[in-house]
């Protein structure tokens, strides 16, 4: 089958599309990119939502992007009848570019990787509940999206459930899975029986996970977005309670919504260190290094229906996993995680405790978290729903 995968999607800050590439194309697909990023991250995407006066900004990008797409896919749109694109896959955050997609491609089935509706982000960022005319312009950006694919991906349950009824039974749960290069991170963290935190190495591991060394501290990394999702406000709060306890060193990378909230309340440790910002190309291995990687702790309505991204490439890379006990994490990981109540920030301080006491457990969670990542996250794997399913 011939795909070709269209938008002003950004691997480096969403690398689910990138994912699903590299899928399609270890499962024998011939998979063709036509991509410009556009230069708005999502927290630009939400000032828009906050200050309706920026939208020439995104519009003006918006259409930098389209204009490119537009030239780029003449040889896809033009292409001989004997070598035809069978399907569009249109990248996450695609609510814009899938209308242009289908103008493009009339006649071509249309996929919509549709992780995220526009409503449920302005909700968990604290926009408002759907009402009013904020919320009726993006329920209507939702359902023109939704209405111009013929199929509907995304990654949970819960989020196929929560689709407009019209659109349910052209949906496709595909789980977000990890990229190869996380994988390959894990390999060799575990060929290397690699100690090392960030600043470097800390000397040769034991067969716990470990280094030898009497001082060695559980490492832990937490990167995220800093959003109501990720509950950093309860990640800040529980790192406060670990000030006195020297067993454990912390790592957070990432700035965001509620950065400056997570930092104050974490001052008093002195045991965590913060970086704004890890290149992707970096990232993987710099999160294999650690022992624990944190998942999200937020108690919002949005946090209980995802698995995020960094749970599955922390899998792959072979760290035990401490994250909020809801049901599409529990299925997702089963017994491979550490589960805390979501927003409990004594429950979070005491789970980091125990795995720093208890390095037995700890490398059972890492051995088993990296086994469900083989099992179930490789590209290939995730992608099989979509390709069961059929384009049509």
């Not at 800390?202 to 060695?216: K, M, N, Y």
């Not at 997570?262 to 291995?285: F, I, K």
């Not at 589960?339 to 059972?364: C, K, M, S, W």
């Amino acid at each position: 089958m011939r795909w070709l995968v269209f938008g002003s999607y950004d691997v480096r800050r969403h690398p689910r599309v990138g994912v699903l590439v590299q899928g399609l194309r270890a499962a024998g697909d011939e998979v063709d990119e036509v991509n410009v990023p556009l230069a708005l991250d999502t927290a630009g995407r939400v000032a828009v939502l906050r200050q309706p006066w920026r939208l020439p900004v995104l519009l003006g990008k918006l259409a930098r992007c389209w204009a490119l797409l537009v030239l780029r896919t003449r040889q896809h749109r033009y292409r001989s009848a004997d070598s035809p694109v069978d399907a569009v896959l249109v990248g996450y955050l695609g609510h814009f570019d899938v209308r242009l997609a289908r103008w493009l491609f009339p006649g071509t089935p249309i996929v919509l990787d549709h992780l995220v509706s526009a409503v449920g982000t302005a909700r968990d960022r604290g926009l408002g509940d759907g009402g009013g005319v904020r919320g009726r312009l993006l329920r209507a950006i939702d359902d023109g999206a939704l209405r111009r694919a013929d199929v509907v991906l995304v990654d949970t349950a819960e989020h196929l459930a929560g689709l407009p009824a019209a659109t349910r039974d052209r949906g496709v749960v595909v789980p977000v899975g990890a990229g190869a290069e996380w994988f390959e991170a894990g390999a060799r963290t575990v060929r290397e029986r690699w100690c090392g935190g960030p600043a470097g190495f800390a000397g040769p591991a034991g067969p716990t996970g470990f280094a030898s060394s009497a001082a060695a501290r559980l490492r832990v990394v937490f990167v995220g977005l800093f959003t109501p999702l990720h509950g950093t406000r309860t990640l800040g709060a529980a790192l406060a309670t670990l000030a006195a306890d020297e067993s454990v060193e912390v790592t957070v990378v990432g700035t965001g919504q509620d950065h400056l909230a997570c930092r104050q309340a974490a001052a008093g440790n002195p045991r965590v260190t913060w970086y704004d910002w890890v290149p992707s190309a970096e990232l993987p291995a710099f999160v294999a290094r650690h022992h624990v990687a944190l998942g999200i702790f937020g108690d919002t309505e949005k946090a209980r229906r995802v698995v995020p991204t960094k749970v599955f490439q922390a899998a792959a890379a072979g760290c035990a996993i401490v994250t909020s006990d809801t049901a599409p994490q529990r299925r997702a990981l089963g017994d491979a995680a550490l589960f805390v109540p979501p927003g409990d920030v004594d429950a979070l301080g005491a789970a980091l405790r125990e795995l720093a006491g208890d390095p037995d457990r700890l490398a059972r969670l890492r051995r088993a978290a990296r086994r469900r990542a083989v099992e179930g996250f490789w590209p290939a794997t995730v992608v099989a729903p979509l390709r069961r399913r059929g384009v049509q």
